[in-house]
């Protein structure tokens, strides 16, 4: 298995515009996690899935933020409108829940929005 | 909900010493303790983790301890080398559960000097 995909890598935008991350989680994995990483705030976790199943979004930070999981192997993060703000490293974790608890994680995508 | 902090949030030991990074957690009913390590521009990935069955994890220079009355665990890291030097993560989730999240602690910047 390649592991967790994400994509894109990086991600330029202007103030404004909507984005959408990507990712492909192991397969087999039934959870996904979605986190957002900045020097000030660390890993913010923002929602989490279970059998395609959001659990808890709590940490979603706006109303600008969604995330969908329509299949097992895919996952969008959609900001709506994007805003400097929103600048980060977000990554994709996926583990399997009743397995060793091991998340593993994408490359993660660095947003930059100007 | 789960609230895990992390201490120090930097670190500089000179190499050979040893480093301590200590992490509580507030949620009681939270049995699965991981610890990840991030290097410069990477992804987050695993190195320990410990269940709450267990007291104390070794592997080679690394270990891992849990007091479970207390709500804290730390990762004690031994002979240490110039590559240790990364961010390391501790996190605390209810695994094996539908509401298994994985939060984080704010990580702690370890810095190995040779």
């Known amino acids: 298995d390649a592991g967790v995909i994400q994509s894109p890598r990086h991600e330029v935008t202007e103030m404004g515009q909507e984005v959408t991350l990507r990712c492909k989680p192991i397969s087999g994995h039934n959870s996904l996690f979605w986190y957002r990483q900045t020097m000030m705030r660390g890993l913010e976790l923002l929602i989490y899935f279970n059998n395609n199943v959001p659990i808890d979004d709590s940490g979603m930070p706006e109303d600008r933020f969604s995330a969908k999981m329509p299949n097992a192997s895919f996952s969008t993060l959609k900001i709506q409108p994007s805003e400097p703000r929103d600048s980060a490293v977000y990554f994709c974790?996926?583990?399997?829940?009743?397995?060793?608890?091991?998340?593993?994680f994408g490359q993660g995508t660095r947003l930059t929005v100007v | 909900g789960e609230n895990v902090e992390q201490h120090p949030s930097t670190l500089s030991v000179q190499e050979g010493d040893s480093a301590v990074i200590k992490c509580t957690y507030s949620d009681s009913a939270s049995n699965y303790f991981p610890w990840y390590k991030q290097e410069l521009g990477k992804r987050p990935q695993l190195i320990i983790d410990i269940r709450s069955n267990v007291g104390e994890k070794k592997d080679q220079r690394i270990a891992v301890t849990l007091n479970k009355t207390a709500k804290h665990f730390s990762l004690h890291i031994t002979e240490t080398q110039p590559e240790d030097s990364a961010v390391y993560f501790c996190?605390?989730?209810?695994?094996?559960?539908?509401?298994?999240?994985?939060?984080f602690g704010q990580g702690t910047t370890l810095q190995v000097k040779p």
């Open positions: 974790a996926s583990t399997w829940v009743s397995g060793s608890g091991e998340a593993f």
């Open positions: 996190a605390a989730s209810k695994s094996s559960s539908n509401t298994g999240k994985l939060i």
